[in-house]
C-alpha cells in the first residue's frame, strides 16, 4: 500500500518562500506522475502542479512563474517550492498521483499559511 507523507508547511508572510517535501513509500512512484494539490477553507481540492514520470511539469494558471515542481525517483520525493507567496495560497496541500488512483490514499497535507 502505498503512504504520502507531506511536510514543510508553515506560517509566512506575503512574498516570503517555503518548500514542502512528499515522501511516497511504495514501488509504486517512480511510475507515476505526481502532483501537488491544495485545499483551501470551504474550497474544492485542486491540482495546482504536476510532475511526469519523465519530468515535465505543468501548472495551474495562479502560480506559474512562482512555484516550482521537481521529483527525486531515487529518494521517492516530490518537492514544491513556492515564491513570492499570497495570502490566496493559504490551504493545506496534499501530494497524490495524477491522476488519482484508487489505491492511494491521501495522506494528512501540510497547512500553509501566507499572512498579508
Known amino acids: 500500500q502505498v503512504q504520502l507523507v507531506e511536510s514543510g508547511g508553515g506560517l509566512v508572510q506575503a512574498g516570503g518562500s517555503l518548500r514542502l517535501s512528499c515522501l511516497a513509500s511504495?514501488?509504486?512512484?517512480?511510475?507515476?506522475?505526481m502532483g501537488w494539490y491544495r485545499q483551501a477553507p470551504g474550497e474544492q481540492r485542486e491540482l495546482v502542479a504536476f510532475?511526469?514520470?519523465?519530468?515535465?511539469?505543468h501548472y495551474e494558471d495562479s502560480v506559474k512563474g512562482r512555484f516550482a515542481i521537481s521529483r527525486d525517483n531515487a529518494r521517492s520525493t516530490v518537492y514544491l517550492q513556492m515564491n513570492s507567496l499570497k495570502p490566496e495560497d493559504t490551504a493545506v496541500y496534499y501530494c497524490?498521483?495524477?491522476?488519482?488512483?484508487?489505491?492511494?490514499?491521501w495522506g494528512q497535507g501540510t497547512q500553509v499559511t501566507v499572512s498579508s
Open positions: 497524490n498521483t495524477v491522476p488519482l488512483l484508487a489505491r492511494v490514499s
Open positions: 511504495g514501488s509504486t512512484f517512480s511510475f507515476n506522475a
Open positions: 510532475i511526469s514520470r519523465s519530468g515535465s511539469t
